[in-house]
């Protein structure tokens, strides 16, 4: 024990802290992985799906909600208009692509119009947290943004920008039981949601803040 302590202290002091920040960076990886493992993000309601039959021009024909009762289709980035995602991300998180799935910039602002105003301005919410929010709705609160904002972490870890990213478009509320990007272009304006004008796309992207009081309807 005494051989090993002295070769440890004989050790130049970059060495025992290069060292000592590989172990701390194996234990926190190792801790890490081991909470994804117990507590997975749960999926049920993005994999919960509503059913459309469309005909042979691609019209709708007929269709089943999903078990939950929602008008809910899976949607990913390929098939939307390139002119929405632009406008989604400009408006909801301008650092979409760089962030680890929480943006410190955004916090620190929120955080700084809290203290200067009073109230909440802005909530510092990217698109992870609110992902995370989606699927497991809850109720606003500070101990549910700590939830929204270590789930988003976990994930962008697990599946990325992309993958996030395509959990939001099939999950935005788009009024009512409509849920998805998809799904809230074939209803409100009766076609897919590759195309879509400027007023449509814009108004895809404010419905999930309003749902009820933005819907056309």
Request: proline share 6%.
């Amino acid at each position: 024990m005494s051989d090993s302590k002295n070769r440890w202290k004989s050790l130049p002091s970059w060495a025992r802290l290069t060292m000592m920040g590989g172990a701390a960076c194996l234990l926190t990886t190792t801790l890490l992985l081991t909470l994804d493992r117990l507590f997975p993000p749960d999926l049920h309601r993005a994999q919960a799906q509503a059913l459309v039959l469309y005909d042979t021009t691609g019209a709708p024909l007929d269709g089943r909600v999903s078990t939950d009762g929602s008008w809910r289709l899976t949607t990913n980035r390929a098939a939307v208009d390139p002119a929405y995602l632009a406008l989604l991300l400009r408006t909801e998180d301008r650092r979409f692509w760089w962030h680890p799935g929480v943006d410190p910039f955004s916090i620190l602002r929120a955080a700084g119009q809290l203290m200067l105003r009073g109230h909440i301005v802005s909530g510092g919410s990217t698109l992870a947290m609110q992902t995370a929010r989606l699927l497991t709705p809850h109720r606003h609160t500070w101990r549910g943004k700590v939830e929204d904002a270590l789930r988003a972490l976990q994930l962008e870890w697990r599946y990325g920008h992309a993958g996030v990213l395509d959990l939001y478009l099939s999950l935005a509320p788009e009024g009512g039981a409509i849920e998805g990007t998809a799904a809230g272009s074939l209803f409100w304006f009766g076609h897919s949601a590759a195309h879509l004008s400027p007023a449509e796309a814009a108004l895809l992207v404010a419905l999930p803040r309003r749902p009820a009081a933005l819907r056309p309807d």
